[in-house]
C-alpha cells in the first residue's frame, strides 16, 4: 500500500515504514503529524484518484525531528566590473517516519 501526498509544495510518494523529509514542519520531536492532503491511495483493493484530494484520507506519521540539508551556495558575478557576490543556504526540514495509511 502507498499514497501520494502534498507537503510543502512537493508531493511524495510514501508507504507504512518510510522515512522521508518535508518542509519544516511546526511540531516537536515524537508528536503525531497527520497529512491531510492526500492526492492518490493505491491498495490490493484498487488505486484511488483524488479530485484534487482523497476524501477522508490521512497518512499518520510521527515526527522524528529537525534538521537542515546539505548546504547550497550561490554564487554571482559580473565579468569585468568588479562585482561578485557568495551566499550559502541551507534548506531546513523536518524528518517524518511514516506509520500508517487511513482511507475513509
Given at each position: 500500500?502507498?499514497?501520494?501526498?502534498?507537503s510543502g509544495?512537493?508531493?511524495?510518494r510514501?508507504?507504512?515504514?518510510?522515512i522521508?523529509?518535508?518542509?519544516k514542519l511546526?511540531?516537536?520531536?515524537?508528536?503525531?503529524?497527520?497529512?491531510?492532503e492526500?492526492l492518490l491511495?493505491?491498495?490490493?483493493?484498487?488505486?484511488?484518484?483524488?479530485t484534487?484530494?482523497?476524501?477522508?484520507a490521512?497518512?499518520v506519521?510521527?515526527?522524528?525531528?529537525?534538521?537542515?540539508?546539505?548546504k547550497i551556495v550561490i554564487y554571482?558575478?559580473?565579468?569585468?566590473?568588479g562585482?561578485?557576490?557568495k551566499?550559502g543556504?541551507?534548506?531546513?526540514?523536518?524528518?517524518?517516519?511514516?506509520?500508517?495509511?487511513?482511507v475513509?
Amino acid at each position: 500500500m502507498y499514497a501520494v501526498v502534498r507537503s510543502g509544495g512537493k508531493q511524495l510518494r510514501v508507504s507504512p515504514g518510510d522515512i522521508v523529509s518535508v518542509e519544516k514542519l511546526p511540531v516537536e520531536a515524537g508528536t503525531t503529524v497527520e497529512l491531510t492532503e492526500v492526492l492518490l491511495v493505491s491498495s490490493d483493493g484498487g488505486t484511488t484518484v483524488g479530485t484534487p484530494t482523497v476524501p477522508n484520507a490521512k497518512v499518520v506519521c510521527r515526527s522524528l525531528g529537525d534538521g537542515k540539508g546539505k548546504k547550497i551556495v550561490i554564487y554571482k558575478y559580473k565579468r569585468r566590473k568588479g562585482y561578485a557576490r557568495k551566499q550559502g543556504h541551507r534548506q531546513p526540514f523536518t524528518k517524518l517516519s511514516v506509520q500508517e495509511i487511513r482511507v475513509g
